[in-house]
Each structure stands twice: as structure tokens, then as C-alpha cells.
């Protein structure tokens, strides 16, 4: 059902020192920040030949991963994304299963424009996931 991996984003505690190792250390093509206060982040994309990573910095008051870098100071993997083709299908097919879907269940427009989910990572391996339509 899971098709590509769209991408694996990092929580960082210093958005600058991040993309510039990104971009010196390891030699790959880094965005610049783009704000996304809808999602209370600011993204920095790295884009590698066949995925990307997104870096991650808690935008405004309620960001989602002000709590994860409260427990990881130093950062750390936050999530997965893979693609489906059929984000209320892959839903349906993973609540019958017993996974929890996060949130209220329906899918959201997120960081790409595109719809998307959250899996609860006690369901995954300890990872939490998410799902975009691709
Ligand atoms: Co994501």
C-alpha cells in the first residue's frame, strides 16, 4: 500500500546550524527557511536525488514540535512520510487493522499542499508516520 518515501523530517534546535551542515558538511541542495505558521514550523528543505528531508523549527506559540525538542534538546527524527495513492482508502485499511489514526481522523493540507495523515507511532515501530496523497 505504501508507496515512496516522500520524506524524513528532523526536529533541530537551530535551524541555521542545521541547513548549513546540510549544505557544507554533506554537500546537499538546502532551501531557504520558508515559514509555515499553519503548521507552526519553519521548514528547511534538503533535497536529495531520491527523497527529501525536511528540517524542522518550532514556529509561534503552539508548535507541534516545541514538545519533541523539549524531550530532545539536541534534536532528532521526528517522522516518515510515505505516499499513497488513496489517503481515506489507506485510512480505512489501517483503522480496520486496529491502527490509530492522530487528530480527528480526516486527512489535513500539509506542508505540500497535498492531504495528509498522522499515524500513532506505538502502532509503528516507536516512528511516527505520515501518509500524503501523492
Ligand atoms: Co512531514
Do not use: W
Amino acid at each position: 500500500m505504501i508507496g515512496r518515501l516522500n520524506h524524513v523530517a528532523i526536529a533541530v534546535p537551530d535551524l541555521e546550524k542545521a541547513a548549513s551542515m546540510y549544505r557544507s558538511t554533506l554537500g546537499a541542495k538546502v532551501s531557504d527557511p520558508v515559514p509555515e505558521p499553519g503548521h507552526g514550523v519553519t521548514v528547511v528543505f534538503v533535497e536529495l536525488p531520491n527523497t527529501k528531508i525536511e528540517l524542522l523549527h518550532p514556529l509561534g506559540e503552539a508548535s507541534p514540535i516545541q514538545a519533541f525538542l523539549d524531550k530532545n534538546p539536541s534534536g532528532g527524527m521526528h517522522h516518515l512520510c510515505y505516499e499513497v495513492d488513496d489517503i481515506l482508502a489507506a485510512r480505512d485499511k489501517l483503522k480496520g487493522e486496529g491502527a490509530r489514526v492522530l487528530g480527528n481522523g480526516e486527512p489535513k493540507v500539509g506542508a505540500h499542499g497535498k492531504p495528509v495523515l498522522f499515524l500513532h507511532p506505538k502502532d509503528f515501530c516507536g516512528t511516527l508516520v505520515e501518509l500524503e496523497q501523492a
